[in-house]
């Protein structure tokens, strides 16, 4: 996605806008979901229950992440009385480190990327 604020290392590059930063996230995660992982729905949940790698569904961990991320930003836009993240930096290193292990299932194979299940 470029050089927004999602593909940026450190916490403090990220939105410090809490609404803004779980869109932010969330969008770019399921844009990763559907490119490299032929993930399909409405919405991130969907997108999420439809990844496949190599016909096999995501390794639970990082499931497991991806709805930690998902409950939170549905808690955030959805819950009128919830309106900042529980644990911001927390929020942060699990984005970080579900898109760092979806990165490592997919690898450059003519130009394209291919899924490898390690």
Request: glycine residues 4%; hydrophobic residues 30%; positive net charge.
């Amino acid at each position: 996605m470029g050089n927004s604020s999602s593909d940026l290392r450190y916490a403090e590059s990220y939105s410090t806008n809490d609404f803004e930063l779980v869109i932010r996230l969330a969008k770019d995660l399921e844009y990763f979901l559907t490119e490299h992982f032929q993930a399909t729905g409405n919405g991130f949940g969907e997108k999420i229950n439809s990844a496949t790698c190599n016909n096999q569904k995501l390794p639970r961990e990082i499931t497991n992440a991806l709805w930690q991320l998902n409950r939170e930003r549905n808690k955030l836009v959805h819950d009128r009385t919830y309106n900042k993240i529980q644990n911001r930096q927390s929020f942060i290193t699990t984005y970080q480190q579900a898109k760092h292990s979806l990165q490592q299932l997919i690898s450059p194979s003519s130009g394209e990327y291919r899924c490898v299940i390690s």
